[in-house]
């Protein structure tokens, strides 16, 4: 039996094409069905490289007798939580007010209009104390719809409209110097003394509370939480989470960083490179770096989303058996897959990493692997209007929606492009895309129609939240000189959240990140030269500045014609380079002794 599957986009879904299930992908169809069958819908969603994904899908939805219950009980909904973040971020959000287990593979139990009244994760086959056998679940929820309806029904309408209140917010100042310190400071606190890092076990490498830790602000204002950073990162580096190659695992299973689960996701990886180029790691950015273009990027110059966790050996499936040999014997051995999936926003946490890293270390290759993956992203991931679209496949764009955070975050990623490469080009295409990111989305249309809210959760999950992108794409802008709407457009969006991040920092680092950013005046380097490897640009390239941006004088002309004020008047009187606070500049120089590294 193959099922609606084979011949979607995302290689999750086709994994599950030959499974007995009747799956449906996400769409009208399964809806109408559930309402004309009149029956519940199950929604299964996970993604290509979740190891519990896989296990569920061989013990349960590979089994006949398992899929006869569903197909008889349920119209079934496989979703890529990769393709769909909208649609996992909604139901997540309400799955959490069954379970405080929130995870993937995530399983609801929705009515046929798609609100849920019953959710949870992974279910075995049999049962395990404390969890219940998923074939027992299934008889369970079927029985309740059956007999129990109109109480099923209202616990689904109690939860859609609790998490349509839940999207409000009430906005407040925004944070200053001290506020963001003892945020900083709060975070530190959870600092894992023995070990490094934050927590206990799990541990995660929470990139986006890192990259708070380590701005100038905390640095000056809370320097032992600052350093707690640092101390993470090294600890890290020479642990487990790292394979060999440099590339990092999505999380340890231990305290000690020991025991990965061995998946490597685009999102990671892209993020830790800035945060070792923040932190001057260099061993450890060129380790990241090497992963991100060797083993990640894709024909076309796209970054796909993740390597998977398991890997055919000897005939079997093992997870984690090839990250546990050395380097020199895995040439033998098929790699784990990775899902090729380009999708939008993670290829512009890449784009950023690269063109920064690149531009910070000299290293051209990476600064255009970063120029190649632009360029796939803006060609391929749009739709027939021209509107860019969540994801790609082999060069077939999705027909998922874009979410805010992808088109801010790809944003993002073309201000790094324009600074490292001088083409104003690149930033007069983030400039519109960062346009319509603030302007807003309209979300995924089927979640629209049946009236069922996006998840409220303006929290860091794997990336920053749609506000917190929103925000720095924004504050990008403004440091480039697209105009002061922009510093307000950032400003908007940290007041909208700030209650929130300052009583929950470790969720909010992204977001506090740019409050950071807010408080102190930014510094700007612009060098003018026809020699972009000579002394004064090579002076220049490992300064602590928030902007550095070495153009010849034709580039920092077009960049003054296109708008951008921050290279006005700077593209005459031969090789200079000019100091700038807040678009304040000092006379500019030429003599690589008299431009300073610190600010």
Not at 248 to 274: I, S
Not at 392 to 421: H, K, Q, W
Not at 460 to 478: E, I
């Amino acid at each position: 039996m193959t099922n609606r599957l084979a011949d979607t986009l995302s290689p999750y879904l086709r994994a599950h094409a030959d499974n007995p299930v009747d799956w449906y992908p996400w769409g009208p169809e399964a809806f109408a069905e559930a309402q004309r069958r009149d029956v519940p819908l199950l929604i299964s969603i996970g993604y290509s490289t979740c190891h519990w994904c896989h296990v569920m899908a061989r013990e349960s939805f590979a089994d006949p007798a398992t899929a006869a219950l569903i197909n008889r009980d349920f119209v079934a909904i496989k979703v890529d939580r990769e393709e769909h973040p909208d649609v996992d971020g909604a139901y997540m959000a309400a799955a959490s007010a069954f379970t405080q287990n929130l995870g993937w593979p995530l399983t609801v139990f929705t009515t046929p209009r798609g609100r849920t009244f019953y959710a949870g994760t992974y279910w075995p086959p049999e049962a395990r104390q404390p969890m219940p056998a998923f074939r027992d679940v299934l008889a369970a929820v079927h029985e309740a719809w059956t007999l129990r309806r109109a109480q099923a029904e209202e616990s689904a309408d109690a939860v859609t409209e609790a998490l349509a209140r839940a999207a409000s917010s009430t906005p407040s100042d925004l944070p200053d110097a001290a506020a963001v310190a003892e945020a900083a400071d709060t975070i530190a606190q959870r600092e894992d003394r023995l070990f490094g890092g934050f927590g206990g076990a799990p541990k995660f490498p929470v990139a986006t509370t890192l990259g708070l830790l380590q701005t100038p602000l905390v640095r000056r204002e809370a320097p032992d939480a600052a350093a707690a950073a640092d101390r993470a990162l090294a600890a890290m580096s020479a642990s487990d989470l790292r394979d060999a190659d440099g590339g990092f695992f999505r999380y340890a299973t231990q305290r000690d960083w020991t025991v990965p689960h061995y998946e490597r996701m685009l999102t990671d990886n892209a993020q830790l490179l800035l945060v070792a180029v923040d932190a001057g790691d260099e061993p450890t950015a060129r380790g990241i770096a090497g992963f991100l273009v060797g083993t990640l990027r894709r024909e076309g110059g796209g970054f796909g989303a993740a390597q998977d966790s398991e890997s055919w050996i000897d005939g079997q499936r093992s997870e984690g058996g090839y990250y546990l040999r050395p380097v020199s014997e895995r040439a033998g051995l098929e790699p784990p897959a990775v899902d090729g999936k380009v999708i939008t926003g993670w290829n512009g946490l890449a784009i950023t990493a690269l063109a920064r890293a690149g531009a910070a270390l000299g290293e051209s290759s990476w600064v255009q692997a970063a120029a190649d993956a632009a360029e796939c992203v803006l060609r391929v991931n749009r739709d027939s209007t021209g509107t860019l679209v969540r994801a790609s496949l082999d060069g077939v764009a999705s027909g998922a929606v874009a979410t805010t955070a992808d088109v801010a975050l790809l944003a993002e990623g073309l201000f790094a492009l324009a600074a490292a490469t001088g083409e104003a080009a690149w930033a007069v295409e983030a400039r519109e895309l960062l346009d319509a990111a603030i302007e807003g989305l309209d979300g995924d249309p089927l979640l629209a129609a049946h009236g069922i809210s996006a998840s409220p959760d303006q929290t860091d999950g794997d990336l920053p939240s749609d506000a917190a992108a929103v925000a720095a794409a924004s504050l990008s802008a403004w440091r480039l000189g697209a105009g002061d709407r922009y510093r307000e457009a950032a400003a908007e969006r940290v007041r909208a959240h700030s209650a929130q991040a300052v009583s929950q920092p470790f969720a909010h680092g992204s977001l506090l990140r740019v409050a950071a950013s807010l408080v102190d005046p930014p510094r700007q380097l612009v060098v003018v030269t026809e020699a972009p490897e000579g002394a004064l640009a090579s002076a220049a390239r490992p300064a602590d500045a928030d902007v550095i941006a070495i153009v010849a004088p034709a580039q920092a002309r077009a960049f003054a014609d296109a708008g951008f004020e921050l290279f006005e008047g700077k593209g005459s009187g031969g090789e200079q380079a000019f100091d700038c606070r807040s678009f304040v500049c000092r006379l500019p120089v030429s003599d690589p002794a008299e431009l300073a590294l610190s600010r």
